[in-house]
């Protein structure tokens, strides 16, 4: 089932033509209803690269927008989400110091700031990372994310955040002290106890109950596009898939669709989700 009045956006996917499906992955988000969505770039390490200075991300940045073009010539509108993966931290401070890897990320988010001030991106990525590690590269990546926020709050953008699960609510307060609208703070992968917004993995179990409150928020597939990992997190069928069969089953209506696929990522993003 396909409804050629509803635009369905996904909020958080990688396609990947070097390590992964690539165009393919694309395609089948295109044939399942999907409409539009937010290309994130992925870790350096995935284009072979070990950064040095925050420069040497304009690679990773550029490969992602080259994908973000072949894409949309498949009918797809792609939007393109630039930054620094918070787990980034571990690698780059193996033969350095904490402080240059906090530094070179806190380049690499200047240098994606730039791409969102050039119209090439409508949003930045950082986060901390969400696994267990040690209170020196929490407080690193505090940091960090404390510069994400300040670089966003000048250009007025979003910044996708990918962090621990939970609501992560010390995000609302970091991002007011770096001018940043707290709702153009997006949480990546979350939970629906956050007070940021949410971007829910489409196999939440929470989405009917939080669409029939008339929460804002996006739904995401979180696709990796590994080959190593296939499917993972979810395919790139996903949320076209999710949303149509709740709406075929009553539970979502036509106006939960349009406020999770156009109205929200309208708001948060500062763009226009047209057919």
Same mark, same amino acid.
């Given at each position: ?127 901390? @990372?969400?696994?267990?590690? #040690? *209170?020196?590269? /929490?407080?690193?990546?505090?940091? +960090?994310?404390?510069? !994400?926020? =300040? ?40 939970? @629906?106890?956050?007070?940021? #917004? *949410?971007?829910? /993995?489409?196999?939440?179990?929470? +989405?009917?109950?939080? !669409?029939? =409150? ?62």
């Amino acid at each position: 089932m396909k409804n050629r009045n509803l635009p369905i956006t996904d909020d958080h996917i990688h396609i990947d033509p070097v390590n992964g499906r690539g165009l393919e992955a694309a395609k089948d988000f295109r044939r399942s209803g999907g409409t539009h969505l937010f290309l994130v770039s992925k870790p350096s390490s995935s284009f072979g690269i070990f950064p040095r200075t925050g420069k040497d991300f304009a690679p990773v940045f550029d490969q992602t927008l080259a994908v973000a073009e072949s894409i949309r010539g498949l009918g797809v509108t792609v939007f393109v989400v630039l930054g620094v993966h918070p787990a980034e931290i571990t690698r780059l401070a193996v033969g350095s110091t904490l402080e240059q890897a906090a530094f070179t990320m806190e380049e690499g988010l200047t240098v994606a700031a730039d791409y969102v001030c050039a119209g090439k991106a409508v949003a930045l990525k950082s986060g901390r @990372p969400h696994y267990e590690t #040690t *209170p020196d590269i /929490i407080e690193a990546s505090n940091r +960090i994310l404390s510069h !994400a926020f =300040s670089l966003a709050g000048d250009l007025s953008c979003a910044v996708q955040v990918h962090a621990e699960s939970g609501p992560c609510s010390d995000m609302l307060d970091r991002g007011r002290q770096a001018g940043l609208d707290p709702a153009r703070i997006v949480k990546h992968y979350a939970t @629906p106890d956050t007070p940021l #917004t *949410p971007s829910l /993995i489409s196999n939440n179990p929470g +989405i009917p109950a939080m !669409a029939s =409150s008339g929460r804002l928020f996006t739904l995401e597939s979180d696709y990796m596009d590994e080959n190593s990992r296939p499917g993972a997190v979810t395919g790139p069928k996903s949320v076209p898939r999710v949303t149509l069969r709740m709406l075929s089953e009553g539970l979502l209506s036509e106006d939960d669709a349009h406020r999770i696929h156009k109205e929200t990522p309208e708001r948060v993003y500062g763009v226009d989700i047209d057919l």
